[in-house]
């Protein structure tokens, strides 16, 4: 068995804790994750199935590599839930910043190490796992302009007397 199968059955066999906490433990799920906001029983069961579909991806992956649809819808899952946690940060705020670091860094360094590996193996993929160091790059920098501005925009709006959220947008947008 390749070392990319073994790879995808550990992340596989890791999701399974997160598909735990979505539907047995939401208050884990809760501090971990989302803790900038109020999260019901329903949120965390739908956490749970997206993450049990992907453990799923990872396991059917394993056992069939040489399977090219397959492996993208596997790779495209991890995009997907990197574009979900980044967008939870960064338009809807429900996560903080030390969640979003702990979760971009692992999806981004798995998927690195998934696509070197695969480019190891088979000399398939060449500049996929560049494309993605690049991306984890921008985006490590867009959230370090963004903590920084934020905090700019918080510092603002707490020295404006009656400042509302008109305002806090109004300093954001200037």
Known sequence: MKALSWW?????????????FGFFDIWALRLAVFSKSEMTEVHGRTFGVWT????????????NL???????ATFLSFVYALGHFLTEYLIYQTMAIGNLSTVGFFAVIVVLVAEATLMAINGDYLMVP?????VYLVAT????VVEMVMGDVVEATSTTEGSGN?????????
Request: proline letters at 2%; a neutral charge.
């Open 130 to 134: 560049v494309m993605c160091l690049v």
């Open 66 to 72: 040489e399977n090219k649809p397959l492996y993208l």
């Open 166 to 174: 008109g305002d806090c947008y109004a300093v954001m947008l200037a």
């Open 141 to 144: 920098m867009a959230l370090v």
């Open 8 to 20: 995808l059955m550990l992340l596989g066999s890791l999701r399974l804790v997160s598909v735990w």
């Open 52 to 63: 049990l579909l992907t453990c799923t991806l990872c396991f059917l992956c394993a056992f």
